[in-house]
């Protein structure tokens, strides 16, 4: 079939500076994606992080997925997803969007008591108020059945003993909901629970750890030292477990794909200009296919990873966790591949100029390799698929 008189495919950015969506998004949504892209073009690569989160509080996109009861946009997943991408592909993308409204307003809004509800939702909503995520631990990795943070009852009270690490903006976040372990009194196993801990409780200590990547939001190793919390800091009931985890840990997926989603866009947009432009012989270097054919596998792999980004938004917004747990992991793979190939392309085609500070590139080469790593790496996922999707034995 010949393509000589084809209509050429659109580009990635519409006329608006918002990414291509699908056929399928709803209007409201085309809207708050176009909106978001505006924001992010004022604020850009070089924006005031604490003036920008001002701003997309004041708007209503740190709540968007929050419930209007408690001062939310009641919108979903889809919608929290759309924010973050869309402000990284403008170059200034926040990462504690990842943590504090998506996991731990999820999480409270899911199964927080009605006193937690009305404590933290709203301040998570607004802005005023931010949450860390306390998870991983220093000898368990991405094994979260050896997690050693123990929870004790005493009295009414609960004692906290253990160590976290890598655990984003603890410095600039009001409490941490960190993951702990109780002893199920019939059975003597350690089930997971959730406490909210304040950021100035007593034995509550913090040390940065000092990472290569230079972020707004610092990395912290924790220290709970015999930590006294009342009872009603433990989210949502002591016997769910795993399920209260999970309703953390997918929208981490999902968030994290569009986090890396909307750092490829912006390293392809930037190399896509630049090839435009650019010229040392008698035509713009994008003419040559040596150029042009990467950064048209990165735009092709972008795309595919936002179509499975946004389908594992759309199951968790369903209530279809299982489905969800399976999308979430494979679009946080996929959007990761996808991420890493487009920064590394676009470093490339821009040469020297793509190491300079002046085109903002060589930071992404270390940030695009966390997204292979965080929340959880590659390699679990795939394990993830070959055990969950295609039903082969484990090796552990």
């Not at 199964?111 to 709203?122: H, I, K, S």
């Not at 015999?226 to 399920?243: H, I, S, T, Y």
Request: glycine share 10%; hydrophobic share 40%.
């Amino acid at each position: 079939m010949s393509t000589e008189h084809s209509r050429p495919a659109p580009s990635s950015e519409t006329a608006d500076g918002a990414g291509s969506t699908d056929s399928a998004e709803t209007p409201e949504r085309r809207a708050l994606r176009a909106a978001v892209a505006a924001l992010g073009r004022r604020h850009g690569r070089d924006h005031d992080r604490e003036r920008l989160w001002a701003e997309a509080a004041a708007l209503g996109y740190l709540g968007v997925a929050l419930p209007e009861e408690y001062g939310g946009g009641g919108g979903g997943l889809v919608e929290l997803s759309i924010v973050l991408e869309e402000l990284g592909a403008a170059g200034c993308p926040l990462l504690m969007m990842v943590v504090s409204p998506a996991i731990c307003g999820t999480v409270i809004a899911r199964y927080g008591t009605a006193e937690q509800r009305r404590t933290w939702l709203p301040g998570l909503a607004d802005g005023s108020l931010t949450m860390a995520f306390g998870i991983t631990e220093p000898d368990a990795g991405s094994n979260s059945h050896r997690i050693t943070t123990t929870a004790r009852r005493d009295g009414d009270d609960w004692v906290l003993t253990g160590r976290k690490v890598f655990v984003s903006g603890v410095d600039i976040a009001d409490a941490t909901l960190i993951v702990g372990r109780t002893e199920d009194a019939r059975t003597g196993r350690l089930k997971p629970c959730l406490f909210v801990v304040p950021r100035d409780t007593e034995g509550f200590g913090r040390r940065k750890i000092d990472m290569e990547i230079q972020a707004h939001e610092k990395q912290f190793e924790l220290v709970l030292d015999e930590v006294r919390l009342p009872a009603d800091a433990l989210v949502g009931d002591e016997n769910a477990g795993l399920l209260q985890l999970f309703a953390g840990l997918n929208p981490e997926r999902v968030m994290t794909a569009s986090f890396a989603l909307g750092m490829a866009r912006y390293a392809l947009g930037r190399a896509v200009e630049y090839a435009k432009q650019r010229q040392v012989w008698d035509t713009p270097i994008g003419a040559h296919q040596a150029i042009a054919h990467p950064l048209a596998r990165s735009h092709i792999e972008i795309e595919l990873a936002r179509l499975m980004t946004a389908k594992a938004a759309r199951l968790y917004d369903e209530g279809d966790d299982a489905g969800a747990g399976e999308a979430a992991n494979m679009a946080k793979y996929a959007a990761a591949e996808a991420c890493v190939a487009a920064v590394d392309h676009a470093v490339h085609t821009l040469g020297g100029n793509g190491l300079t500070r002046e085109f903002g590139l060589a930071s992404l080469i270390t940030a695009a390799r966390v997204t292979r790593i965080a929340p959880v790496s590659r390699e679990m996922i795939l394990n993830y698929v070959s055990h969950q999707s295609l039903g082969l034995p484990k090796s552990y």
